[in-house]
C-alpha cells in the first residue's frame, strides 16, 4: 500500500505557545513527510509493499522498520494532541490510580523518564495483555506493538521535536507537552 500523510485534528498554529507553527512546519511538514516519502520508496518491489504499516512495524528491521516506525509513532503522537485541551476522563483516572497510585504518580514516571532518556527516542503509556498499563522507552524508531503492548499515548523525545522551540531544554518541551495531551483520546484507546 502507498503510505500518505496523516491529516491533522487542528491547524499548524493551533499548539502554539506550547508548540509553535515554525516546529509543526518542520516536525511534521518536512521530518514526517521524509520518514513517508523514505518509506514508499523502501517498500516498492518488497514483500512489504502490500503490507499495512502496523505489520510493517512488527516485520521488518533495519531502514524498512526505522522509516515505518517513525511514519506510525508520529501520526500517533500528533494525532493525540489538541488545542482544547479538557480533564481526564474518570475512566482514565481510575486506570492510571490502579497502575500508578495515581494519575500524578504516572505524570512523574512519565516525565522523569521522557527528561532523563538518553538520545533519540519515545516514551509511552502502553496496556500489556491483562490490560494493565506501563510506562516505557524505546530508543530511535522503537514501537511498543513490537514487543505485544498496545499504546495510548507517546512522546518524541528526539531532538528535532523541540529544539526550534525550547533549544536545548527538554524538560521545558515535556512540561509543554502535558498542556497538549488529548486526554479523551488516551482515555478511548484503553481496552
Ligand atoms: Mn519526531
Not at 521524509?34 to 499495512?52: I, Q, S
Not at 522503537?142 to 523541540?162: C, F, R
Amino acid at each position: 500500500m502507498k503510505h500518505s500523510m496523516p491529516g491533522l485534528p487542528y491547524a499548524m498554529e493551533a499548539l502554539a505557545p506550547y508548540m509553535s507553527q515554525e516546529t509543526m512546519e518542520y516536525h511534521y511538514g518536512k521530518h514526517l513527510q521524509t520518514y513517508v516519502d523514505n518509506l514508499n520508496k523502501l517498500v516498492a518491489g518488497t514483500p512489504f509493499e502490500r503490507m499495512t504499516l502496523d505489520d510493517i512495524v512488527c516485520r521488518a528491521d533495519g531502514a524498512i522498520f526505522n522509516n515505518a516506525a517513525q511514519v506510525w509513532n508520529h501520526t500517533f503522537f500528533f494525532d493525540t494532541l489538541t488545542p482544547r485541551q479538557t480533564g481526564m476522563p474518570d475512566k482514565l483516572v481510575r486506570k492510571l490510580a490502579e497502575d500508578f497510585g495515581s494519575p500524578e504518580a504516572f505524570r512523574q514516571e512519565f516525565t522523569q523518564k521522557a527528561v532523563s532518556w538518553f538520545g533519540s527516542g519515545w516514551v509511552w503509556l502502553a496496556e500489556d495483555a491483562d490490560k494493565m498499563l506501563h510506562v516505557v522507552t524505546e530508543p530511535n524508531a522503537g514501537n511498543p506493538l513490537v514487543g505485544g503492548l498496545k499504546p495510548v499515548l507517546t512522546i518524541d523525545v528526539w531532538e528535532h521535536a523541540y529544539y526550534i522551540d525550547y533549544r536545548n531544554r527538554r524538560a521545558a518541551f515535556v512540561e509543554a507537552f502535558w498542556h497538549l495531551v488529548d486526554w479523551e483520546k488516551v482515555a478511548s484507546r484503553l481496552s
